[in-house]
Each structure stands twice: as structure tokens, then as C-alpha cells.
């Protein structure tokens, strides 16, 4: 689309890990990664019709390998490229989370202070049964690596409740690791079986209504803490790339900060596809509200 300021950019296929709940590898096969030049390519083309962030795209994006090069070093080659303002990337996977990457999220101006890393549970018991492949202390580590090294990171995540044999106990380990990550925003699901998979054949189902209590409570909890987030960003200077128009007021314009958050504020000028600073005077559940500087 003309005039479009963000985009994503596909440059993996399919999926290599084999998780008890999805159905992925089995509909889309095995991982393909495309080769770089092909990326670079069609990054270009997209910066050549006016996009100034690239959001790269992959099913473990951060699993991607090609001839010899690795996830951190198409950041970097994606970052070369004139005119692009900003590079994000989803969905990651904990175990693939690298050291190289870290540092490569932290020295490259152009990445973006957000990542989304799905968790899917905060129990070792049911991790296990979903074949993660990691413990909650694993994707601990991983996280307060990120936050330690690069300032003002932002984590959003996934999480599946009512997984089969999720226990209170299970369910309450989910919370606590809700609490000490504090992610920026959640995205939270009852789970629901896909034929086909091992986790629809497995034994203790939790009964619907459970399931939906347990939601409920998380949904609450994830939303006081990203209410309590947003607020904190009052009286903040924040860079915004700006995207259009606001959705909730045409006088207005919306951008999104580094970290991810929707920031809407009044401007005349047509300052889309410009990165502006702007200083936040509200924080809402779903927005920030402030004025251009």
C-alpha cells in the first residue's frame, strides 16, 4: 500500500519445534528460511514505497539461518539499509535467544526496545507437557538478560490457560511469573484442542468453566500492570514514528514509541512517516496521550 509507513516482511516458513499444542509443523512443514539477498531485496522495495519500519516475520523468527548467517546478522544487513528508521521482529522463541542477539538488539540504533516472546505458561510441570523445551527460570534469565543490557526494554508474551492437567497450583505459578516479569502486554487464551496434536489426546481436560475463571483472573492481573506501566510514562519525552491518522480523534495523529506503545497527539502538519518527540501527559490502558515538542 502507498503512503503505508510500517510492514511485515516474511523470511521464514514453516516450523522446526514440535510443540504438544499446535498444529504449525504439521499444516506448514518444516522451517525454510529464505536467503538474505532475497530479503534484502524485498526490504528494499517496501523502503522504496515509503515504509520506515520493518517488522520481519517468522514462526521462531529468531531460529532464522541461512548460508553461514545467523538471526543477528540479518539485523544487521536489514539495518544498512537507507532510509529505514526501525526494525522489529516476531515471534521469538526463548531457547533461541542468544547472547550475539542481545547485543545485537542493543547495539543496533535501528531495532526497536520490544520484544514479544511467548512464555505460554508459568509452570515447569506444564511447559514440559507442551514440549517448550525451556523452565520458567530459563525464560527468566532470558528476559532480565534483555532488561539488564538494553534500557527501557519492553516484553509482551503469550500464555495458554487451561492447558490439560493445569493445576490451581500450576495456574498460580503462571501468575507469579506474570508478576515478577511484568510484561508490557499479554495475550492470553484459553486452550482450545487442534485435532491432530498430542495435546488432544491427553488425559485431564480442564472443565470449560475452570478454564475461563482462570482467564478471567490473569486478564485482570496483566491489566493492572500494563495500566500501572502506561501511567509511569507520564511526564516522559518519547521518540514516535508517526503512522496516520488517530482512530480515536481525525484532529489528532497516532504513532507508536520504541517500546511499542500507541501514542496519540495533536499535530497540524503532516508528519507522517517521521520519527518526533513527544512528551507523554496521560497513560491509558491501551494508549499514551501526549504533546509534540
Known sequence: D???VTSFLSIQQGCNKTCTYCIVPTVRGKEINRPADDILLEANYLIQKGVKEITLIGQTVNSWKSNGLKFSDLLNLVGELESLERIRFTTSYPRDFTKKLIKTMKTNPKVCSHIHLPVQSGSNNILSKMNRTYTSQWYLDVVNRLKD???????????????PGETEKDFEQTLKLIEEVEFDTCFSFKYSPRPGTPAAVMENFIDSDIAGKRLSILQEFQRKITYKKNEERAGKI???LVEGISK????NLMGRTSQNRIVNFAAK????GRLVNVKINNGFQNSLLGTII
Open 238 to 240: 518519547e521518540e514516535v
Open 248 to 251: 480515536n480523534d481525525p484532529e
Open 149 to 163: 543490557e538494553i534500557a527501557d526494554m519492553a516484553v509482551s508474551s503469550d500464555i495458554i490457560v487451561g492447558f
Open 2 to 4: 502507498k503512503g503505508k
Open 269 to 272: 502538519n503532516n508528519l507522517v
